[in-house]
Protein backbone atom coordinates (compact mmCIF):
# COMPACT_ATOMS: atom_id res chain seq x y z
CA UNK A 1 0.00 0.00 0.00
CA UNK A 2 2.65 1.93 0.48
CA UNK A 3 6.25 2.20 -1.31
CA UNK A 4 9.37 3.95 -0.16
CA UNK A 5 12.20 4.32 -2.83
CA UNK A 6 15.33 5.44 -1.83
CA UNK A 7 18.13 6.46 -4.00
CA UNK A 8 21.85 8.70 -3.80
CA UNK A 9 23.34 6.03 -2.69
CA UNK A 10 26.87 5.49 -3.83
CA UNK A 11 30.62 5.18 -3.00
CA UNK A 12 32.77 8.27 -1.93
CA UNK A 13 36.05 9.29 0.00
CA UNK A 14 36.12 9.92 3.70
CA UNK A 15 35.54 13.84 4.16
CA UNK A 16 33.29 13.70 0.53
CA UNK A 17 29.72 14.48 0.46
CA UNK A 18 26.36 12.12 -0.43
CA UNK A 19 22.74 13.26 -0.57
CA UNK A 20 19.89 10.38 -0.03
CA UNK A 21 16.34 11.14 -1.30
CA UNK A 22 13.51 8.83 -0.61
CA UNK A 23 10.14 9.19 -2.28
CA UNK A 24 6.73 8.05 -0.99
CA UNK A 25 3.92 6.36 -2.79
CA UNK A 26 0.62 5.02 -2.14
CA UNK A 27 -2.51 5.48 -0.94
CA UNK A 28 -1.35 8.20 1.98
CA UNK A 29 -3.77 10.29 3.65
CA UNK A 30 -0.77 11.69 6.10
CA UNK A 31 2.73 11.48 6.55
CA UNK A 32 3.89 11.95 9.65
CA UNK A 33 7.50 11.14 11.10
CA UNK A 34 10.12 10.54 8.13
CA UNK A 35 13.33 9.31 9.08
CA UNK A 36 16.89 7.55 8.14
CA UNK A 37 18.00 4.47 9.66
CA UNK A 38 21.51 2.34 8.98
CA UNK A 39 22.58 -1.10 8.98
CA UNK A 40 26.38 -1.82 8.80
CA UNK A 41 27.74 -5.68 7.88
CA UNK A 42 27.65 -7.75 11.21
CA UNK A 43 25.80 -4.69 13.03
CA UNK A 44 22.19 -4.06 14.15
CA UNK A 45 19.46 -1.47 12.50
CA UNK A 46 20.81 1.98 14.23
CA UNK A 47 18.80 5.54 14.31
CA UNK A 48 20.25 7.81 12.23
CA UNK A 49 17.76 11.15 12.46
CA UNK A 50 14.76 12.07 11.83
CA UNK A 51 12.03 14.71 11.11
CA UNK A 52 8.46 15.21 12.42
CA UNK A 53 5.33 16.91 10.76
CA UNK A 54 6.50 20.26 12.47
CA UNK A 55 9.90 19.94 11.42
CA UNK A 56 11.46 19.31 13.94
CA UNK A 57 14.29 17.08 13.63
CA UNK A 58 16.75 14.56 15.84
CA UNK A 59 19.59 13.44 15.44
CA UNK A 60 21.84 10.24 16.54
CA UNK A 61 25.01 11.95 18.49
CA UNK A 62 27.04 10.20 15.92
CA UNK A 63 26.56 12.11 13.10
CA UNK A 64 25.30 15.65 14.63
CA UNK A 65 26.87 18.30 12.78
CA UNK A 66 27.60 16.23 10.09
CA UNK A 67 24.28 14.98 8.50
CA UNK A 68 20.90 16.98 7.58
CA UNK A 69 17.28 16.08 7.64
CA UNK A 70 14.72 17.59 5.43
CA UNK A 71 11.65 16.85 4.08
CA UNK A 72 9.20 18.20 1.09
CA UNK A 73 6.18 17.00 2.77
CA UNK A 74 4.00 17.98 -0.49
CA UNK A 75 6.01 15.74 -2.63
CA UNK A 76 6.80 13.02 -0.27
CA UNK A 77 10.30 13.76 0.28
CA UNK A 78 13.04 13.06 3.02
CA UNK A 79 16.22 14.04 2.30
CA UNK A 80 19.33 13.30 4.48
CA UNK A 81 22.46 15.52 3.08
CA UNK A 82 25.81 14.10 4.61
CA UNK A 83 28.65 15.69 5.14
CA UNK A 84 32.24 15.26 6.20
CA UNK A 85 31.48 11.22 5.60
CA UNK A 86 33.36 8.53 7.76
CA UNK A 87 34.29 5.14 6.43
CA UNK A 88 32.28 4.15 10.09
CA UNK A 89 29.26 6.15 8.01
CA UNK A 90 29.65 3.17 5.46
CA UNK A 91 26.16 1.45 5.75
CA UNK A 92 23.27 0.65 3.85
CA UNK A 93 20.86 3.15 4.92
CA UNK A 94 17.04 3.02 5.15
CA UNK A 95 14.48 4.80 5.09
CA UNK A 96 11.13 5.14 7.58
CA UNK A 97 8.15 6.80 7.31
CA UNK A 98 4.69 7.04 9.83
CA UNK A 99 2.00 6.84 7.82
CA UNK A 100 -1.61 7.23 7.88
CA UNK A 101 -3.56 5.45 4.80
CA UNK A 102 -6.82 7.07 3.39
CA UNK A 103 -9.76 5.24 5.44
CA UNK A 104 -7.84 4.56 8.42
CA UNK A 105 -7.24 6.10 11.86
CA UNK A 106 -4.33 4.69 13.37
CA UNK A 107 -0.89 5.02 11.59
CA UNK A 108 1.56 2.67 10.00
CA UNK A 109 5.34 2.24 9.83
CA UNK A 110 6.89 1.25 6.50
CA UNK A 111 10.38 0.52 5.34
CA UNK A 112 12.44 1.61 1.99
CA UNK A 113 14.24 -1.43 0.42
CA UNK A 114 17.83 0.41 1.50
CA UNK A 115 20.85 2.44 -0.43
CA UNK A 116 24.20 1.16 0.16
CA UNK A 117 26.47 3.88 1.19
CA UNK A 118 30.44 3.23 0.86
CA UNK A 119 33.18 5.64 2.45
CA UNK A 120 36.62 4.44 1.20
CA UNK A 121 39.04 5.67 3.52
Known amino acids: QVQLVESGGGLVQAGGSLRLSCTAS????????MGWYRQAPGEQREFVAR???????LYADSVKGRFTISRDIAKKFVYLEMNSLKPEDTAVYYC???????????????WGQGAQVTVSS
Open 96 to 110: NCDVQLYGHFDYQNY
Open 26 to 33: GNIFRIVD
Open 51 to 57: IDRNDIS
